[in-house]
Nanobody, 119 residues
């Protein structure tokens, strides 16, 4: 069993920054990639950013140039640095991890952390 611990959400003003973190722990596993998704009220969950264990990254167009995803493979932790936040970034942010236990792939989700940006 794998647990994800998210932290770093909160309420900020437009233009400010937040840093989210998500640490994976549990039984022996190998991480293939970790990502952040978000879901605003009345909208579908969408990819924000994703990073593989070899540092390949992917970003939603709406956050390119403002958000940076990074991974600490030794700590099984993914970070999302969010700068120049906008009210439209307001959502619940979910951590997601793709990993392998022995030869079986799994996907786990965090419980979500609220990010609120006011104008």
């Amino acid at each position: 069993q794998v647990q994800l611990a998210e932290s770093g959400g909160g309420s900020v003003q437009a233009g400010e920054s937040l840093r989210l973190s998500c640490a994976a722990s549990g039984s022996s596993f190998s991480i293939r990639g970790m990502g952040w998704y978000r879901q605003a009220p009345g909208k579908q969950r969408e990819l924000v950013a994703y990073i593989t264990s070899v540092d390949t990254t992917d970003y939603a167009d709406s956050v390119k140039g403002r958000f940076t995803i990074s991974i600490d493979n030794a700590q099984n932790t993914v970070y999302l640095q969010m700068n120049s936040l906008k009210p439209e970034d307001t959502a619940v942010y979910y951590c997601e991890v793709d990993l392998v236990v022995e030869t079986t792939p799994y996907t786990y989700w965090g419980q979500g952390t609220q990010v609120t940006v006011s104008s």
